[in-house]
């Protein structure tokens, strides 16, 4: 009998990328990555995944035996619908139309004829690192909060987390399966607006707009720092990697950006500790990649937050897969689908 084999598929507002993955995570082909078409309509997306899952397969030796599919939005995986996604959608007139209710499961699997399982992005990246990273598939709870452009967030308990018959990971959705929404969190309602969330949401204080709108408003009053140095001065260029490197070199302007998002980061820890009493929490995303600049003030904030005994039990780290962790989750989405 041939090895259990799947494609995972990490769909984004800009790529599409998949890969061929074996029962234990290991990869079992080559990962492709094409556009999503995200802005061209329903179809056009259904179109770039298909190909993208093709060529997994035709770069794979073992039978393909299903598709899990990441995709950030509100996804409702039984009834087969994006039910929001506010990243894709077509221009109609002088409006663009976001996805609601997009049958896209059922539009994959009949360009690929296979079984198609789909998942909320940040929530299957929780369950990649849970399988196949930190949580070694044996974590009690962990809590992944991706942090990028926006903020998502992922939970998963294993069996002797709840009470009551299960068998797990055990993947936190909600009654709507929408839930999990970590970076729409609000932990200050009088707190600035950032867009599709509410005022004050975590999204509006860490996300990418918010860390590089913070750097720039320091540089403004004309601080001396190497993150201008490193844009010519042009503001309008800084991004979380130039903000990095910057602190890695000790510049006082880079490193206060650092330690002030990471404080609004560690209140909503310390929330985010005393509901789901996690033993692993985890941060991932390519703001992530700046690692104890803001994990450092984060962890600090969320001990004062969080009651003690809860806050013992838990370690507060980088996630591991931080490149593929939603890629991993959605495969392990699929596999899980086959046992």
């Known amino acids: 009998m041939s090895e259990t084999c799947v494609v995972g598929v990490d769909l984004g507002g800009t790529n599409v990328r998949a890969c061929a993955y074996l029962h234990d995570g290991t990869e079992a082909g080559t990962k492709f990555m094409n556009a999503s078409n995200a802005h061209l309509g329903a179809d056009a997306v259904a179109d770039a995944v ?27 995986d039984a009834g087969g619908l994006v039910r929001w996604a506010p990243n894709f959608g077509q221009q109609v007139g002088d ?45 009690k709870c962990l809590v992944m909060i991706t942090l990028g452009t926006g903020i998502g967030g ?12 299960a068998t797990g990971p055990l993947m936190l959705l ?44 320091k540089l403004r009053y004309g601080r001396k720092s190497l993150v201008a140095d490193a844009v010519s001065g042009d503001f309008s260029l800084i991004t979380p990697l130039i903000l990095s490197q910057a602190a890695d070199a000790g510049d006082e302007v880079a490193l206060e950006v650092w330690t002030e998002m990471g404080e609004h980061l560690g209140t909503a820890m310390g929330g985010f500790i ?25 962890r600090r904030t969320a001990r004062d937050v969080a009651i003690p005994t809860l806050f013992e039990d838990v370690n507060i780290v980088r ?14 989405l699929a596999l899980e689908a086959l046992r």
């Open 50 to 76: 298909a190909a993208t899952i093709k060529q997994a397969m035709g770069a794979c030796t073992h039978s393909i035996q299903a598709v899990g599919v990441a995709i950030p939005g509100h996804i409702d």
């Open 95 to 139: 409006t663009f139309q976001v996805w609601h209710n997009v049958p896209l499961k059922s539009m994959i699997a009949s360009r690929v004829g296979l079984p198609v399982h789909s998942g909320n992005d940040a929530n299957l990246a929780a369950l990649g690192e849970y399988r196949f990273g930190l949580g070694k598939n044996s974590a």
């Open 154 to 165: 992922g939970v998963i308990f294993s069996p002797d987390a709840v009470h009551g018959r």
């Open 174 to 217: 909600g009654g709507d399966k929408g839930g999990a929404e970590l970076g729409h969190v609000c932990i200050d309602r009088n707190g600035p607006d950032a867009g599709p969330v509410a005022y004050g949401a975590l999204e509006s204080y860490c996300g990418t707009r918010a860390l590089i709108s913070r750097a720039q408003h």
């Open 274 to 298: 005393n509901l789901f009493a996690p033993d692993l929490l985890t941060v991932a995303g390519q703001i992530a990649k700046a690692g104890e600049h803001i994990l450092g003030p984060a």
């Open 319 to 332: 996630a591991e897969r931080v490149e593929d962790a939603g890629i991993l989750g959605a495969a392990a």
